[in-house]
C-alpha cells in the first residue's frame, strides 16, 4: 500500500473513532437515562443544588405569612431570639423586614421572593418559617343549652399548631434541614363569643409552638454545621 493511501486510511479511522466515541449508543443511553431519571426539569434542578454557605454563616430568618411574621417580631421585642444569634458558626442572625419581599396570595414561587430578599442582606442562607393550625369544635351536652339558657360553656375546642422552617441556601435553593414543632390547646366556651375565645387561644397557640421550634433550633444548627462545615 502507497504512503498517501495510508495516511488516508489512518486520518479516515482517526475520525471515524472520533465519531463513533461521540455519538456512541452507549453515551447517548446515558444522557438519556439522566433526563428520564427526573419527569420534570424542576425536579432535576432541585436535586442538584449544591449546597454554598459559608461559615460563619449569616442567616436570614423569613416568615412566610404575615401572622407568623408579627409573632417572630414580638418573639424578637422580647429577646427570644437572642441566643440563636449566639450559636456556633453564626457571624450574624437578622430578621428580614417585610419592606423587602411581599408574598401574594397564590405566589407560584414564594422561596424566590424570600430569597432575592435575602441576597439583599448578603445572607448565606434564609431560615423560612410559617404556622399551621388545625381547630376542631362542636356542640357539648346540647340539652343543657335549652335549660340553662346559654349560662353554661356547651361548646368544646380543640387546636393544634404546628410551627415549620426550612433552612434554605440563599443562592442555590438547596434544603440543609427542616424542622417543625407542635403544640395542642383544648377547652370549652360558650357558644356565643366563642369566635374570639377560639381566636386567642389559636394566637397563643401558634406563639407557644414557635417558641418550642427557636428551642430546638439550636440543636438543628450544630447537625447542619457537623455535616456541611
Not at 110 to 116: A, K, S, Y
Not at 165 to 184: P, Q
Amino acid at each position: 500500500m502507497k504512503a498517501p493511501q495510508l495516511l488516508v486510511l489512518c486520518a479516515a479511522s482517526l475520525l471515524a473513532g472520533c465519531a463513533s466515541h461521540i455519538n456512541s449508543p452507549a453515551v447517548r443511553s446515558a444522557i438519556e437515562a439522566k433526563r428520564a431519571a427526573f419527569s420534570d426539569p424542576l425536579l432535576a434542578r432541585a436535586y442538584r443544588a449544591q449546597p454554598t454557605m459559608r461559615f460563619p454563616a449569616t442567616i436570614a430568618v423569613a416568615a412566610a405569612d404575615g401572622e407568623t411574621g408579627g409573632t417572630l417580631r414580638a418573639l424578637s421585642a422580647e429577646g427570644r431570639l437572642d441566643t440563636m444569634k449566639t450559636l456556633p458558626q453564626v457571624a450574624n442572625f437578622i430578621m428580614l423586614s417585610s419592606l423587602l419581599y411581599s408574598l401574594e396570595p397564590g405566589s407560584a414561587k414564594p422561596d424566590l421572593v424570600i430569597r432575592e430578599a435575602a441576597a439583599k442582606m448578603h445572607a448565606d442562607a434564609v431560615l423560612i418559617i410559617t404556622t399551621v393550625t388545625q381547630a376542631t369544635d362542636g356542640k357539648i351536652v346540647a340539652p343543657l343549652t335549652e335549660l340553662s339558657l346559654g349560662l353554661f360553656p356547651n361548646k368544646r375546642y380543640e387546636l393544634v399548631s404546628t410551627a415549620l422552617a426550612a433552612l434554605v441556601d440563599m443562592r442555590t435553593g438547596y434544603v440543609y434541614g427542616a424542622l417543625e414543632e407542635s403544640r395542642a390547646r383544648s377547652g370549652i366556651t360558650m357558644a356565643w363569643g366563642s369566635d374570639d375565645v377560639i381566636r386567642h387561644a389559636r394566637t397563643k397557640t401558634e406563639r407557644d409552638a414557635l417558641e418550642k421550634l427557636v428551642a430546638a433550633f439550636p440543636q438543628f444548627w450544630r447537625g447542619v454545621v457537623q455535616h456541611h462545615q
